[in-house]
Structure formats: C-alpha cells, structure tokens
C-alpha cells in the first residue's frame, strides 16, 4: 500500500456505526477491518482466536460473530467487564426488560423522583460536567444501582458510559483531553438529554439482537503470562498491544472508571498505569527513574543502542525515556516468549504495532518486534505498513506476522 496513507478505515472510526463495536470511543481501539483482514490471509478458519490485549474486545466479537470462540485478556478490570458484555448473549425477554427499566429510569429523572447516587470522587468534577448534567447523570445512575437483573444492569451500565461521554464538556482527542467553558457549550435541556439517553438504549437494543454464533471472553489477567487453562488452546493470536508511545489507557478511561467505581482515586489510576505495559501517567513517570533492567542486556542489540541514543539527548527528561523504551520492549518480550509457549505448532500471530519518535529518535517497533520473535523461536516473521499515524512526523502502524 501506497506508505502516506492515513487510511482512516483502519481505525477505531470504521467501528463507529458496526453494532456492539460502536458501542464506546475509545481512541485507541483497532479497526474491525484488520481483524477481518488477517483472518482472511489465513490459509484456513482459527480454531481459537486469543488477543492478550482485548482493550474494548475488538478481536473477540469480531471473531464469535464470524463463528470462531475467541478469548481475551486484559488487565484492566473496567475493559473485562465491558467486553464480557459485548460478548453476551441476551435473549428477547431480557432485550425488552432492558428497554422497558431504561425508559422507566428516564421517566423517574424527568418527574424528578429518582434516586440520585453520590457523584465520583473525580479530580475537578465540574471541568467534565455543569451541575445539571451531573444532577442528571446521577439520577440515572442511582436508578440503575437499584437493579437487580445483573444482564439488565450491565446494559444499562453501557447506555450510561455513552451518556457520561455524551453529557460531559470533555473533548476526547488522541493524546489530551480539552475542556470547554460552560460559556461555550449549550444549555442544559432535560428533554433533549432524556431522548439522547433513549436514543442510546435504541442502538444497543439493535446491536443485541443478533446472537454471536460462537463463545467468547475477556479475562481480567496480566499479559506477561498467559493463564495456565489457556496454555495449547488457541492457534491464533490477532491483536494490539500499546505502543511505545505514553498513551495511557487509564487516563482515556478516567470518567468512565470513576462513574463505575472502578478507581476512587488517583493513586489506584496511576497504579494501574504502571502496572499496564508502556503505562507512564501519574506517579508511574517517577517511578521509571527507579526501574532496573533484568535482562542484562539479552535482548537485540538495537534496543539498547536506541535507548543509549535517547538516553544521550539534550532534554531533562532523556533518561527517563530511555528506561521506558527499554522497559517496554523487556515487557513485551517476556509476554511474545510466553504466547510462544502456549501457540499450538502451526499456529500464527499477528501483533498490531505503531513505531513512535523520542527527541527525533526513531523507535522502530516493526524491526524490532520482528528482531524479538525471531530471538524466541517464530518463525516466517514478517511485517507489512497498514497506515500513517500521523501527517507530519513519520509514524506508522505495521502488523507483524509470525508463525510457530
Ligand atoms: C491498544 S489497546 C487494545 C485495543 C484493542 N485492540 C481494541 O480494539 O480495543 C491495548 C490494551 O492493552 C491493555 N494492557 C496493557 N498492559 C497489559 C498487560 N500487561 N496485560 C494485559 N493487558 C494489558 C490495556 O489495558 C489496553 O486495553
């Protein structure tokens, strides 16, 4: 393909108007395209499709509604629970008792004679919503507490998510997230945001009622390893890991993890970061400082090379860069050794990866993603450029291939 093309298609946008896909933005999100993509130059149908890095369980529901049983992992327990529900199968009678408590909640808000939940201990709630939009997220949220169903609360929990986004001064960009003055947005209108939130029920209600045609699920699990059940049981590993770029995760999901008391504050937020790998937000950047390579030096060359080169520019932060690069790629290698271990023979992998630049440094992931599977055993490594990230510097993303 032709290497200056953003071809927006092969991301999270082309999963906007696609059922359960379109469900959450979440920016970094793959397109379903490129799951439909590798599964077709397959030269037969997975078995068992694993992604280790299930983010909004992209590879799995494409997967189960393409009738191949798929599971995931992540370590963030608010993407478990969220993929495990786009995975679900719901039947009609729960689809229209999901309906009829939604518009029910909604009717409650309006006569003002919800339950109001306490607000999330969010750092500046009023940056993300005016007062009345948090009178009426709470409303809604109080109300769902209150249920019992588990399958109609967890539906009604993502109705809420699209709301809170929906209903917030937040716009989500890539790599920040901006703030608009109350000056610069519209009133608050309790119709127009009681018919948004039924909107939202109405393209989930949608979205459900085509049952997956195979088993998938997310397991909440740190990717460094990979849980003994799993170990021979899958032949086919299509996935995103984080780049070596500081997106942090947790930090796109902040509003949502807060609402849903995933984290009260944000000592738990950065420590998840630290925990993910390529996480550096919060108190995880001072913790870099401190980190210690344990492998000596055992991985290719290049790496410490180019992190010698970051760690020699001028900028005070150079060193710290160089840790994370270095950590990061420590991190991923442990994990490619162990999904080494658990393919089955014959079994291939497909990593989804973005190179990134520090200080005009290039960090090219593809080569030494390709340099790491080949140090541990893949073989027929291979990589091929699917877009450019970005119009000005020279950022790609690549898939990388490999076979056991
Ligand atoms: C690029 S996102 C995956 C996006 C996914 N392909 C999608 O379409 O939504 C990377 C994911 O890896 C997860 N992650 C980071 N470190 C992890 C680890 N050590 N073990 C498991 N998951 C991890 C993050 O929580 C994040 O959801």
Same mark, same amino acid.
């Given at each position: 393909m032709n290497k200056a093309s953003q071809n927006a298609y092969y991301t999270f946008k082309y999963n906007r108007a696609i059922g359960r896909h379109g469900w959450l933005r979440l920016t970094p999100a793959y397109s379903v395209k490129i799951v439909q993509e590798v599964i077709e130059s397959l030269p037969q149908q997975p078995k068992c499709v694993l992604d280790?890095?299930?983010?909004?369980a992209t590879t799995p529901l494409e997967c189960i509604n393409s009738g191949i049983s798929s599971f995931a992992i992540d370590i963030n327990p608010f993407l478990v629970w969220f993929g495990n529900v786009k995975l679900k199968d719901f039947s009609d009678v729960l689809i229209a008792e999901f309906e009829d408590t939604a518009r029910e909640i909604i009717e409650k808000v309006q006569n003002k004679t919800a339950f109001n939940s306490d607000l999330p201990p969010i750092y500046r709630i009023d940056r993300w919503w005016r007062e009345e939009q948090l009178e009426f997220l709470s409303a809604i949220k109080g109300e769902i507490s209150k249920q019992n169903n588990g399958n109609v609360k967890d539906l009604l929990l993502v109705a809420f998510c699209r709301a809170i986004i929906e209903n917030s001064k937040a716009a989500f960009n890539h790599v920040s997230t901006s703030f608009k003055d109350d000056s610069e947005c519209e009133a608050f209108d309790l119709h127009q945001s009681s018919e948004q939130f039924i909107g939202i029920i109405e393209m989930i209600v949608a979205s459900i009622k085509n049952p997956p045609s195979a088993v998938g699920e997310v397991i909440l699990h740190d990717s460094r390893s990979v849980p003994e059940k799993f170990v021979g049981q899958y032949d086919t590993v299509i996935t995103s890991p984080p780049y070596p *770029?500081?997106?942090?995760y947790i930090r796109e999901l902040r509003p949502y993890m807060y609402w849903l008391d995933y984290i009260t504050d944000s000592t738990e937020a950065s420590d998840l970061d630290w925990a993910s790998i390529g996480g550096t937000w919060g108190s995880a950047t001072s913790k870099l400082g401190r980190w210690e390579s344990t492998k000596n030096g055992r991985l290719p060359t290049m790496l410490y090379e180019i992190a010698n080169e970051i760690s020699r520019a001028? *900028?005070?932060s150079s060193f710290l860069m160089a840790n994370y690069v270095t950590k990061y790629f420590e991190d991923m290698y442990d994990h490619l050794q162990t999904i080494f271990g658990g393919l089955s023979c014959g079994g291939s992998v497909h990593y989804t990866i973005g190179n990134s630049n520090f200080y005009g440094i290039t960090v090219p992931s593809e080569v030494l993603y390709e340099s790491m599977m080949k140090d541990i055993g893949f073989k027929s490594v291979t990589s091929r450029v699917i877009r450019k990230r970005n119009s000005k510097k020279e950022l790609f993303e690549y898939v990388v291939s490999a076979t056991k």
């Open positions: 280790p890095f299930s983010g909004t *770029n500081r997106i942090s001028d *900028n005070k």
